[in-house]
């Protein structure tokens, strides 16, 4: 055994290397080694990647100082682990076991997430041993506390934590509110109504856990802190986006008036009556948005964005087909009686603005794609 070539391996299967250290893999001998596990140890000394690099090298060392023929390599996935991850898992360990050519492996990982990746590992070439390694930790609450808040805080590790988790409270929490609203209208008891207090804080509660999940909450204070000194700096598009706003919750609020005391108790009319109401002060509230952006280019850099007209006349013409759409529905069900010829040229509104919205964006790309090659 002693002649016989043993690669150390160490696997990143979700890629820490190459996104917090910019490590390009696969990396192949000792002193590669030792400038990647200093690389990332350099870029976040938390990593538990790096003390499992580390182990690595000193399974190297002790196995050289035994007079073996030994060489260490590491191989890494991507940050999305999944079958993208293994696949590229895959192609470094072909290009290492090429390059390298060793009859067995010892396999060096940070936890039981590399274990997937084993059974692929020992199908190409025999694996001597595994080894996990777990970075060591004072006892006590503490320290266990500590370990936990960094590793949720984590955006992967958090996102693969708090979004199942996220998820299944938001459906069960959706399963009993859709139940209540349904027992309600079969029967008009409020009750099922008001008993769904619980229901709803544990769909809040996931929804909150999804936004965490996937990092949505720390965007939300960005783009507040972005529009408070926005406001402090005099960005008019701060006060078009507050009238857009503005509009969104006078849409929602139309909308629920208007179905609040109706005595038609399918869901069907509710959701149409709903959304008539309340599409064009949304409608409105979009077009406003766009008007901000526009008075804000032209007072900053004295140009007026093409897109404004072409995105206006889109957002009509969706308005205009949805318009339509909505009054089909409610004809078809009975609901309301729409004339045929209002439907008829909503339709024809809608297609006509938002076909005319396309060739614009056409023409003014083609425009200025030629003026670019005549300059």
């Given amino acids: 055994m002693r002649n016989e070539k043993t690669l150390v391996l160490s696997v990143d299967r979700d890629n820490d290397f190459g996104v917090k250290a910019g490590v390009v893999t696969p990396v192949i001998g000792i002193d590669h080694c030792m400038k990647a596990a200093t690389a990332l140890a350099v870029a976040d000394p938390e990593d538990s990647d790096v003390n499992g690099l580390f182990a690595a090298i000193r399974m190297y060392k002790d196995l050289k100082a035994d007079g073996r023929d030994v060489e260490i390599a590491l191989i890494c996935g991507d940050k999305n682990v999944g079958h993208k991850s293994d696949s590229i898992v895959i192609d470094q360990l072909e290009e290492v076991l090429e390059k390298v050519a060793p009859q067995r492996v010892m396999l060096v990982g940070d936890g039981a997430e590399d274990e997937y990746i084993n059974p692929i590992i020992s199908s190409r070439v025999p694996i001597d041993s595994v080894k996990k390694v777990y970075v060591k930790q004072a006892p006590g609450l503490e320290s266990t506390i500590y370990v936990l808040a960094k590793m949720i805080s984590d955006p992967d590790k958090k996102k693969r934590f708090f979004t199942p988790i996220g998820s299944v409270l938001m459906i069960l929490g959706l399963f009993f509110i859709i139940e209540g609203v349904l027992l309600f209208y079969a029967t008009g008891n409020g009750e099922y109504i008001y008993g769904q207090t619980w229901s709803i804080v544990i769909f809040v509660i996931g929804f909150f856990l999804i936004l965490h999940g996937y990092g949505l909450i720390d965007r939300l204070i960005e783009y507040v802190e972005y529009g408070v000194k926005n406001i402090r700096s005099g960005n008019v598009a701060i006060t078009f986006s507050l009238l857009s706003l503005a509009l969104i919750i006078v849409g929602i609020s139309v909308g629920i008036y208007s179905i609040w005391d109706t005595q038609i108790k399918d869901p069907m009319y509710i959701v149409s009556e709903f959304a008539v109401n309340a599409l064009w002060p949304i409608i409105f509230a979009i077009m406003f948005w766009d008007i901000g952006k526009l008075v804000n280019n032209f007072i900053k850099l004295k140009k007026v964005n093409r897109s404004f007209l072409v ?55 083609r425009y200025f794609n030629k003026k670019k090659e005549m300059i």
Avoid: C, K, P
Avoid at 328 to 348: C, H, K, P, R
């Fill in 311 to 365: 995105g206006t006349i889109a957002v009509i013409g969706i308005g205009f087909l949805l318009q339509g759409l909505l009054d089909t529905i409610s004809t078809i069900l009975g609901y309301g009686a729409v004339d045929n010829m209002s439907i008829l040229l909503e339709f024809i509104g809608g297609i006509i603005l938002t076909v005319s919205a396309s060739i614009l964006q056409s023409n003014f790309r």
